[in-house]
């Protein structure tokens, strides 16, 4: 067994020698480790000169490359210079694509800010600007100042916005996804808590068929207290453009919806009841049809029928149909 040292042993005195000796080499690591955490990193050149001498093109592109990284510092660092790079005043086209760079970079308040700097006279030069702005707006969630852009863009024809199609997003082959202003005006007033006004938006479409079916059916949703005769008038106005376009999904859907408005007179519910029935059967829907027959009790014997077509997956034609055996080998 070793010998334990005592106090006045040389190897006891050694202890504290090097203790201190760790001591003060774990202070200077950490020293070192903070020195280097607070050296200013070495400035990448290329950087430095693009956002010295780059012009938008080489800007956007750089925005490009670092939204597909996700490099916020860089990003950053980009949209400070797009703020800087073209003080007004400037022609309307500079500011235009100064702004479409600011949406680029990821930057929707700053490419507003820049938006700001001119204000185009009634033309087409005033459209696109009220498109970029919309643009600009829509992707800061800007609701009240998108539904004044849309607005300004209508020019007091409202129903027009249908036919001016903007772009919410895009597809992975990089085609731009569309939506008709109007929709888009009603659903930022939605977003606002302005039902009312949206349904009023909604009820000015008038291109025919689906579109403005849809828009009427949603309209009688979105109104608070509209009363029932002109709710029953819409969605017959709704039923009517539906089924034009031949949309018997959307006209059963609207069917539906009346059948649930709880202000329907009992003669309203009636015909829609029988004309849910009628398009039931038409569109081959067993179980929209189940749903209305299963409220009568005189229908017993219907219901019976249709319960069975709807828990029999494997007959003739059902989702879960047998695979037929294969023919025995000779």
Not at 253 to 278: M, N, Y
Request: net charge neutral.
């Amino acid at each position: 067994m070793p010998a334990i040292p005592t106090p006045f042993s040389p190897r006891a005195r050694l202890f504290p020698i090097f203790g201190a000796a760790l001591a003060g080499l774990a202070l200077a690591c950490a020293a070192a480790a903070g020195a280097a955490a607070t050296r200013p990193a070495i400035p990448d050149p290329a950087l430095i000169s693009l956002l010295r001498d780059g012009d938008l093109n080489d800007l956007d592109a750089a925005c490009v490359s670092a939204v597909r990284r996700g490099d916020g510092p860089l990003l950053r660092q980009l949209q400070q210079r797009l703020l800087t790079i073209h003080p007004a005043p400037q022609p309307l086209a500079v500011v235009m694509a100064n702004a479409h760079s600011m949406l680029t970079c990821r930057a929707p308040s700053g490419a507003l800010q820049v938006l700001a700097r001119v204000g185009p006279a009634p033309g087409a030069e005033r459209t696109q600007w009220l498109v970029l702005q919309w643009r600009a707006a829509q992707a800061g969630l800007h609701h009240q100042l998108a539904a004044d852009a849309l607005e300004r863009l209508a020019a007091g024809n409202l129903g027009g916005l249908a036919l001016l199609e903007l772009p919410v997003g895009q597809r992975q082959d990089g085609t731009p996804i569309n939506r008709p202003a109007l929709d888009l005006l009603a659903g930022h007033l939605e977003s606002l808590g302005q039902r009312q006004r949206a349904a009023e938006v909604l009820v000015t479409s008038a291109q025919p068929g689906a579109a403005t079916a849809a828009r009427l059916a949603k309209a009688v949703a979105l109104f608070g207290a509209l009363p029932a005769p002109e709710q029953d008038r819409l969605l017959e106005l709704a039923l009517e453009q539906a089924a034009s376009s031949g949309s018997w999904g959307l006209v059963a859907e609207i069917l539906d919806q009346q059948l649930a408005l709880a202000g329907s007179t009992p003669e309203q519910v009636a015909r829609a009841t029988q004309r849910r029935l009628r398009l039931s059967a038409r569109i081959d829907d067993a179980y929209g049809e189940w749903l209305l027959q299963r409220r009568d009790p005189a229908a017993l014997s219907r219901q019976g029928d249709l319960e069975r077509q709807l828990r029999t997956p494997r007959a003739p034609g059902g989702h879960a149909a047998a695979p037929q055996s294969p023919d025995p080998q000779p």
